[in-house]
């Protein structure tokens, strides 16, 4: 099984401390329920768990499951925050593939 891409971190400051965020995480997200060109169900594969942190300190957490699309997208709002923070996503996968991507807090 080949790698997961890497997720899209991009944060930029939009206020003195405040930052916008934007994350796409790759992954192609089945379900278990569709079926390949010969009739088998294509066997599901999805991110279960996630976590954002935010200079090392937990920030957001969730659960993913099968109804979620191809490639997740979130857009947050960060309050507080600076221009050269760090975030960082990890997430894990149904297979146990795991993908973590960092990104500095740009600024405006």
Do not use: C
């Given at each position: ?8 971190l991009?944060?930029?400051?939009s ?22 060109e ?6 599901a ?18 659960q ?43 600024p405006?």
């Open positions: 099984m080949k790698a997961p891409a890497p997720s899209l991009r944060a930029r400051m206020s003195a401390t405040s930052a916008q965020l934007r994350i796409r995480m790759r992954h192609p997200m089945e379900s278990g329920q569709r079926r390949d010969l009739g088998r169900f294509i066997p594969r999805h991110i279960t768990d996630f976590v954002l942190q935010l200079n090392e300190q937990p920030l957001l957490s969730g993913f499951g099968p109804g979620i699309s191809q490639d997740p997208y979130l857009e947050l709002t960060l309050k507080g925050v600076k221009a050269g923070d760090r975030l960082q996503l990890e997430w894990i996968d149904t297979t146990g593939a795991r993908r973590m991507d960092r990104a500095p807090i740009d405006a």
